[in-house]
């Protein structure tokens, strides 16, 4: 195996301990109609590539745990504002999920899911830059087809596909070759909307050119019933399209030379 890209799943897992359940002060029906809203239903299985160029990273629980994609420091994390910061206090509807966390616990969660996970994606990043002197970060997630609560875009009218980008870590020719594709597919594209951004590991963040990322966004329309968390008939068609954008920009990816 010899990857030079990596597919980062982080909202995939629906997975709570059962030492951080204790912690949620939701009961069992409030809290399963939070994951059923929050989950990136299946992304593990939509962008899952058999070839051997890509390695995913899939981070194992539910971001009501704790969530991967938030800056460690609530200082430096927007949506701590929300009380949806690295760990959660509120609901995407605003009410409480848990009371302020202490700073032992914190630390705790942090060394428990933050740090490994990123350790780990540091590492596979740090790997292919030796092999082969950039590297390419998907972020891999869904979005729901109507606005939630905390949604800074509340307007109604959603693309197909979000693409995130990050002005450091994200070549026009990568935002371009992306969005072209999956419009010749027959889908509607916005880039950084209704989301925006794309993760790069924090050691190489605003640093280092040689790492692109860009963030895809599926909106769970397209194959998931909502209302139900099962997928739709669609799904398999869905990830055959992704698929062949995947395996698309990959082969354009080896084709760049870093400027």
């Not at 949506?79 to 616990?105: F, H, N």
């Not at 594709?181 to 889908?187: E, I, T």
Request: hydrophobic content about 35%; some cysteine.
């Amino acid at each position: 195996m010899n990857p030079i890209a990596i597919l980062h799943v982080p909202h995939s897992s629906t997975i709570i301990p059962q030492e951080e359940r204790a912690n949620i002060i939701l009961n069992e029906e409030v809290l399963a109609h939070q994951i059923l809203k929050m989950t990136d239903w299946y992304t593990d299985e939509l962008f899952f590539q058999k070839d051997d160029r890509f390695e995913m990273i899939r981070y194992p629980v539910s971001r009501f745990v704790l969530d991967p994609e938030r800056f460690e420091d609530d200082e430096s994390e927007l949506m701590a504002k929300l009380g949806m910061g690295v760990i959660y206090t509120q609901t995407s509807e605003g009410k409480k999920l848990r009371d302020q966390v202490s700073p032992e616990t914190r630390e705790r969660m942090l060394n428990q899911y933050y740090r490994p996970h990123h350790r780990c994606l540091t590492r596979v990043v740090s790997s292919i830059l030796s092999k082969h002197g950039k590297a390419l970060v998907l972020d891999c997630h869904s979005f729901p087809s109507a606005p939630q609560a905390y949604e800074t875009d509340q307007r109604k009218e959603r693309p197909d596909i979000c693409l995130g980008t990050d002005p450091f870590h994200t070549p026009d020719w990568l935002t371009e070759s992306i969005r072209s594709d999956f419009l010749n597919r027959g889908y509607s594209v916005e880039i950084n909307r209704p989301f925006s951004g794309a993760l790069v590991p924090i050691n190489f963040y605003q640093k280092d050119k040689a790492i692109s990322s860009i963030m895809i966004e599926i909106n769970r329309r397209l194959y998931l019933n909502e209302d139900t968390g099962n997928k739709r008939s669609s799904f398999s068609n869905v990830k055959e399209v992704i698929e062949g954008v995947v395996s698309s920009l990959i082969n354009t990816f080896n084709e760049q030379s870093l400027e």
